[in-house]
């Protein structure tokens, strides 16, 4: 054990070997023959598949405008804010299937799967999208009925006689 480190500096001409050599690995965009890009976004019981494509900034969802499928203009701008922090609201076409849930479960499924298509498609947005939590599955779902309860954790009216 004679190759102790007594100070910083010992230290760092130990540690910076080979190491200073390394490069950083660069992550290639997924872009199909097509042109587009897939991300599959999940909240509640909802699933959204949903491409994007170099376009004039219209989204579809299954098969309808947005304005049509989303009535609700709070909806409308849940699916737009990945698109809008990128800066990116009238460069992609965007084009969503989604099953499951109600509207705002359907609203956060296309949300998540626009931001991961994004990163599919350009990479380096990942590091704008990621601070907003656009990239993170919301765990939170209907908790089950319990036997014995009137709900999930409403008992029954409760009666003396």
Known sequence: MSDTANSLEDLKS???GDTATEEVAVVEPKIDEHGRAYGTGRRKSATARVWIKPGTGKITVNGKDQEQYFARPVLRMVIEQP????ERRTEFDVICTVKGSGLSGQAGAVR???ARALV???PGLRAVLKPFGYLT???RTVERKKYGRAKARRSF???KR
């Open 83 to 86: 698109l809008v922090e990128a």
């Open 137 to 139: 599955r919301d765990p």
């Open 157 to 159: 009216q409760f009666s």
């Open 14 to 16: 130990v540690t910076t």
């Open 120 to 122: 599919n498609y350009e």
């Open 112 to 114: 998540h799967g626009i």
